[in-house]
C-alpha cells in the first residue's frame, strides 16, 4: 500500500500514499453488537470504493463533514481550502468565491480520511464546470414514523414519473432515513441547462407527484407540513447545493454509506440499515448498480419544453 518514494514514517500506516495519523482512533464507536470503526478502517474504505466514487465526485466542488474525534464529537462542514489541507486535495474556481476544497484521486479522497472527513457532498454539476448541472436530485424525506415500505412505494412511483418523460433514474440508500433518485442529464453544448431550469425541473416534477397523491407527498419545507408524508426535497438542485455522494459513508450511528442499489433491491422488506461500513467488502465485490449512469444521460431540454418550464 505504500508509494515509491514516500518512506512510512515509524509506527505509522501509510494507505495509497498517504501517512495515516492516529491509525486507531475511534470514528464509530461500537454500538448494537457491531465493532468500532477506526480510521484506519475508514481510509481503507476510501481507497477501496475510490473506483466507484471518484466518477461522481472528481473534479467537482465538494462538502466534506469532518468529524476528526469521531462520530459523537464536534462535527463541521468544510467546503474550503484550511491551513494545512492536504495537497493532495486540489482547489476548484466557483465565481464570486473562495475556490472549494475538491478531489481528483484515490490518494485525495485517503487524505479526507485522514483528516476526519466522514461524508463527501458534492454539487450536481459536471467536473471542472461548477456553472453545468449533470444530474438532478430528488430527495424522498420521509416524516418520522412513516414505514420505510412507503417511502420505496414513493420512490417507485417518482422512477415512473421520471421514466415517463423518457428519463433514466437510479436510485441509492442515503445512510439515514429516506432515499434519493437522481437523473443524469447531459452537461455539453448542445444539451446543457442552466441551475435555475434543473432546480424548476425539480420542482415541477415534485409537484407532480404531490397533486396526484396529495395523500402521500408534500413538497413544503416545514416540518409540520408532512404529517405522514414523504417531503419531495427538490431544492438539492440549485447552484451550491450538494446531496451526500453514492458510496459515501455518514457520520450517524449504524456507519451506513449512501448506497446505490438497482431498483430490483427497492422492494418490500428492504433494509437501508443493512448497507454499512461494517459490510462495506462483501457489498464493493457486487455488480456496480450504477454502472451505467453516465451512459444514461438524458437531454433535459425537451422535457423542459413539454413541461412548459
Ligand atoms: P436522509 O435520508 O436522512 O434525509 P439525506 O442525506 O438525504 O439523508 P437531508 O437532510 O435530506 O439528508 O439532506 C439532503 C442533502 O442536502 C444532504 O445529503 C446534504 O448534501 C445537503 N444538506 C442538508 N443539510 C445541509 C446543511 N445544513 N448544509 C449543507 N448541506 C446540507
Ligand atoms: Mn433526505
Ligand atoms: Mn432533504
Known amino acids: 500500500l505504500t508509494v515509491p518514494g514516500e518512506k512510512p514514517r515509524k509506527g505509522k500506516l501509510v494507505v495509497s500514499g498517504v501517512t ?6 475511534v470514528l464509530w464507536p461500537a454500538a448494537d453488537g457491531k465493532p468500532a470503526i477506526t480510521k484506519a478502517e475508514l481510509v481503507r474504505y476510501y481507497e477501496m470504493a475510490a473506483e466507484r466514487i471518484l466518477p461522481h465526485v472528481a473534479d ?7 468529524a476528526p474525534e469521531g462520530i459523537t464529537g464536534e462535527k463541521f462542514f468544510q467546503r474550503h481550502a484550511m491551513p494545512g489541507s492536504n495537497p493532495r486535495l486540489k482547489l476548484i474556481d466557483v465565481k464570486e468565491r473562495k475556490p472549494y476544497v475538491g478531489v481528483s484521486d484515490v490518494g485525495g479522497l485517503v487524505a479526507i480520511g485522514q483528516s476526519g472527513g466522514l461524508e463527501l457532498h458534492p454539487w450536481g454539476c459536471k467536473p471542472d464546470d461548477p456553472e453545468t448541472p449533470e444530474q438532478v436530485t430528488f430527495d424522498l424525506d420521509p416524516d418520522e414514523g412513516l414505514d420505510f415500505d412507503d ?3 414513493a420512490a417507485k412511483m417518482v422512477r415512473r414519473e421520471l421514466e415517463g418523460l423518457g428519463l433514466t433514474p437510479f436510485v441509492k440508500t442515503t445512510g439515514g432515513k429516506g432515499l434519493h ?3 443524469p442529464i447531459r452537461a455539453d453544448a448542445k444539451a446543457r441547462v442552466e441551475w435555475d431550469q434543473c432546480k424548476a425541473f425539480a420542482k415541477e416534477v415534485s409537484e407532480i ?3 396526484a397523491h396529495p395523500d402521500r407527498f408534500t ?10 408524508k414523504i417531503f419531495l426535497d427538490y431544492l438539492r438542485n440549485g447552484r451550491m447545493a450538494t446531496a451526500v455522494a453514492p458510496w459515501s459513508p455518514r ?3 449504524g456507519a451506513g454509506i449512501a448506497f446505490p442499489l438497482s431498483w430490483g433491491q427497492v422492494r ?4 437501508p440499515k443493512a448497507y454499512t461500513l461494517h459490510d462495506a467488502a462483501a457489498l464493493l465485490r457486487k455488480a456496480d448498480p450504477w454502472k451505467d449512469f453516465r451512459a444514461a444521460e438524458a437531454n433535459l431540454r425537451p422535457v423542459l419544453k413539454k413541461l412548459e418550464l
Not at 418490500?268 to 433494509?271: I, M, Y
Open 20 to 25: 495515516i495519523s492516529n491509525p486507531d482512533k
Open 60 to 66: 467537482r466542488p465538494v462538502s466534506i463533514i469532518r
Open 151 to 153: 417511502v420505496i412505494d
Open 181 to 183: 433518485v437522481v437523473v
Open 209 to 211: 407527484m404531490r397533486r
Open 219 to 228: 413538497t413544503t419545507l416545514a416540518k409540520k407540513a408532512r404529517g405522514g
Open 251 to 253: 457520520a450517524r450511528p
Open 268 to 271: 418490500k422488506g428492504l433494509d
